[in-house]
């Protein structure tokens, strides 16, 4: 049993540090999505804003994995070594390995996905400051080349002003 509490051993820590990456990607998404939302940013800005959600939604994924694989193949464990002679301990072991070798590999690149989305964040808001300072809204633009509110944009607006007597 001591070797199967070594094998499962790394599955805790791993899921801390997952709930963690979700807890942090989690907690950006939203904000990100407002901030790019509430400056009115093209659609594409709007879908590259949800890619923290989708890190967080795939670091709870993987945490409850792990969560679900340490009950269950500590379960296994027990049964195997209740029931069946030591010679069966092997496979059940090669089986632990295998999955805690997966779960630890995919939270390596969540951790690494939550690393790149924190970055693309701080680029997006970075990007979306400078973009307004360069570049004022569609609107504003319009109005100072002078074309009407008009949808075709076919006419210009004039302005008469009355001449002073």
């Given at each position: 049993m001591d070797a199967v509490n070594a094998a499962l051993a790394p599955l805790p820590y791993w899921n801390g540090i997952l709930l963690t990456c979700a807890l942090i990607t989690g907690l950006e998404a939203p904000l990100l999505f407002l901030i790019t939302a509430l400056r009115q940013r093209p659609l594409y800005e709007l879908i590259v804003a949800l890619a923290p959600g989708v890190v967080c939604f795939w670091a709870l994924t993987v945490a409850r994995?792990?969560?679900?694989?340490?009950?269950?193949?500590?379960?296994?464990?027990?049964?195997?070594?209740?029931?069946?002679?030591?010679?069966?301990?092997?496979?059940?072991?090669?089986?632990?390995?295998?999955?805690?070798?997966?779960?630890?590999?995919?939270?390596?690149?969540?951790?690494?996905?939550?690393?790149?989305?924190?970055?693309?964040?701080?680029?997006?808001?970075?990007?979306?400051?400078?973009?307004e300072v360069r570049l004022p809204p569609r609107r504003q633009a319009r109005a100072l080349a002078g074309v009407s509110a008009n949808p075709s944009g076919s006419e210009l607006d004039t302005h008469r002003e009355p001449l002073d007597p």
């Amino acid at each position: 049993m001591d070797a199967v509490n070594a094998a499962l051993a790394p599955l805790p820590y791993w899921n801390g540090i997952l709930l963690t990456c979700a807890l942090i990607t989690g907690l950006e998404a939203p904000l990100l999505f407002l901030i790019t939302a509430l400056r009115q940013r093209p659609l594409y800005e709007l879908i590259v804003a949800l890619a923290p959600g989708v890190v967080c939604f795939w670091a709870l994924t993987v945490a409850r994995q792990a969560r679900v694989d340490f009950a269950s193949y500590l379960a296994l464990a027990d049964f195997t070594a209740e029931h069946y002679p030591v010679t069966f301990m092997r496979p059940v072991l090669n089986d632990i390995n295998t999955e805690v070798g997966r779960i630890v590999w995919l939270s390596r690149g969540i951790a690494l996905a939550m690393l790149a989305a924190l970055v693309l964040g701080a680029l997006m808001v970075v990007w979306q400051r400078r973009a307004e300072v360069r570049l004022p809204p569609r609107r504003q633009a319009r109005a100072l080349a002078g074309v009407s509110a008009n949808p075709s944009g076919s006419e210009l607006d004039t302005h008469r002003e009355p001449l002073d007597p």
